[in-house]
């Protein structure tokens, strides 16, 4: 089995490309390395993948000439699709970056995949896309037609058109929503890496909506290991002759939707507490308004992915920041 594996220098991606390597899988990975952060980092990250069974190549997305090319050289069976501009925040400031990767490029890597046969594409959505909803869990059958930024938007975007590939094509989708993923070797804009940054160089730490919000936490190897399983679960066609939408795990196209995330949110107040513990320092806390874009909670219902692979996420908050803090120490000496 030839796999692709986009955001390849990723956060996720790179633990998937390794996960995959461990499997004896054949895998290429793309990205194009841009500077939305560190990119010494996203350099490291593709040292430690380094494997015979593995090719790296620099590509961006969004450039269709060389997605096609990619594509009909290549001949992959399974895409793990994870390249896109990614942060709420970041997408107040520099909107054009999002439509770029995370629509023009998602859609090459859809066209890549209906024109050369490819058996199931799994995509990275987003928790973000549930928005202001009340109802929890956030539920794959829960409405999510109001976005409050722009990323959730394209998030959103990205699901439709996979579900059109599906309808129009019969090309195998599975979105996944990820719940605030975190864990070594993260993102440096994400909370945990920010706050312990700070805390260690003896600054405050910006708490939004007054400490007030509260998180999915999900480690990384339990999001890898869900979409390690989730390969091989291939959505069919429904046999039916209505052809009637049922729900975002049973759909009439070969299309689903599913969350991965620990289904058990954690108070941010309780995060920062673990991470003091961890670092074994107390945090300087400078309590801010609501940010533009952000929501209160997140709690993801993991029912749908435990039923198609057995399998749920169990690393505790505290077993992971710990994991993350060792790593920290240990990369940035």
Known sequence: ????????????????????????????????????????????????????????????????????????????????????????????????????????????????????????????????IYGLSKEVPFSTENNVDHPISLYAATKKSNELMAHTYSHLYKLPTTGMRFFTVYGPWGRPDMALFKFTQKIIQGEKIDIYNNGDLSRDFTYIDDVVESIFLLTDKIPSELNSSSKEHTSMIKSAPPYRVLNIGNGSPVKLMDFISSLESALGIKANANFMPMQAGDVVETWANVSDLYSLTGYRPKTTVNQGIQSFVSWYKDFYK
């Not at 400031?93 to 490819?118: S, T």
Request: hydrophobic share 40%.
């Open 1 to 128: 089995m030839k796999y692709l594996v986009t955001g390849a220098a990723g956060f996720i991606g790179s633990a998937v490309v390794e996960k995959l390597i461990a499997a004896g899988m054949q895998v290429v990975g793309i990205d194009n390395i841009n500077d939305y952060y560190d990119t010494a980092l996203k350099k490291s990250r593709l040292q430690r993948i380094e494997h015979s069974n593995f090719c790296f190549i620099k590509l961006d997305i969004s450039d269709e000439r060389s997605v096609t090319s990619l594509f009909d050289r290549e001949k992959f069976d399974i895409v793990i699709h994870l390249a896109a501009q990614a942060g709420v925040r970041y997408s107040l400031e520099n909107p054009m970056a999002y439509a770029q990767a995370n629509l023009v490029g998602h859609l090459n890597v859809l066209e890549g995949c209906r024109k050369n046969n490819v058996k199931h594409l799994l995509y990275a959505s987003s928790s973000s």
